[in-house]
């Protein structure tokens, strides 16, 4: 099985990179998919499922159970639950065949499984740009705003990623390909990641 994982900075382009290239190489793509089973599974709300894998308990759960799931303390809470769901619905997915995960430190989870780890980003001018493209009409945060939240929501996913890796979220050292979509076309770029990445597999 080939198996793609994308950690993307907010903003960047990541998940569009991520779905145009599953339509390129004809593989399964998994983003929401994920929040989707585990809240129909545990009859919960998929906002409230998104919430707490994102942000959660990250800090108060020992280290050692985020990188191996070998031990999980007496009085294990829902939230802990909605973890190591995540960790078996990803691993299952990986299992069924050639598919692109987005986020969830899927490349630390799948790593026995060699995935092609694909990390995107951009400068923050040109991620302000693509967020108010993708904005609704009703929302109308200024330029500042739109900068805070971005920074915010890196922040909780290099906290999130850390928690899973000692490698940085983002170092270069922890992917395979690091793709700058400032000022790009990514429809224009995708052919040449997914031609990278079968020169990977090869």
Not at 14 to 39: M, N
Not at 171 to 180: E, T
Request: aromatic letters at 10%; charged letters at 35%.
């Amino acid at each position: 099985m080939r198996i793609i994982t994308v950690s993307r900075e907010f903003g960047s382009g990541g998940r569009e990179v991520g779905k145009r290239l599953a339509d390129e190489l004809g593989f399964a793509y998994y983003d929401r998919e994920i929040v989707t089973e585990i809240a129909s599974k545990h009859e919960l709300d998929e906002s409230y499922v998104e919430e707490t894998l994102n942000r959660g308990i990250l800090k108060s759960i020992p280290i050692h159970f985020g990188r191996t799931f070998s031990y999980a303390p007496a009085a294990i809470s829902n939230s802990l639950n909605l973890f190591v769901e995540q960790h078996r619905i990803i691993k299952e997915l990986a299992k069924k065949g050639d598919c692109i995960i987005v986020g969830r430190a899927a490349d630390i989870i799948l790593k026995d499984y060699k995935p092609f780890n694909l990390f995107v980003y951009a400068d923050m001018k040109a991620k302000i740009e693509r967020c108010r493209r993708r904005a609704s009409e009703n929302e109308k945060l200024s330029e500042r705003d739109l900068e805070k939240q971005i920074k915010k929501i890196d922040a909780e996913r290099a906290q999130y990623y850390e928690f899973f890796s000692n490698t940085p979220w983002g170092d270069k050292a922890g992917y395979h390909l690091c793709v700058n979509t400032t000022d790009v076309e990514i429809k224009e770029i995708v052919p040449g990641i997914a031609e990278y990445a079968k020169k990977f597999w090869k």
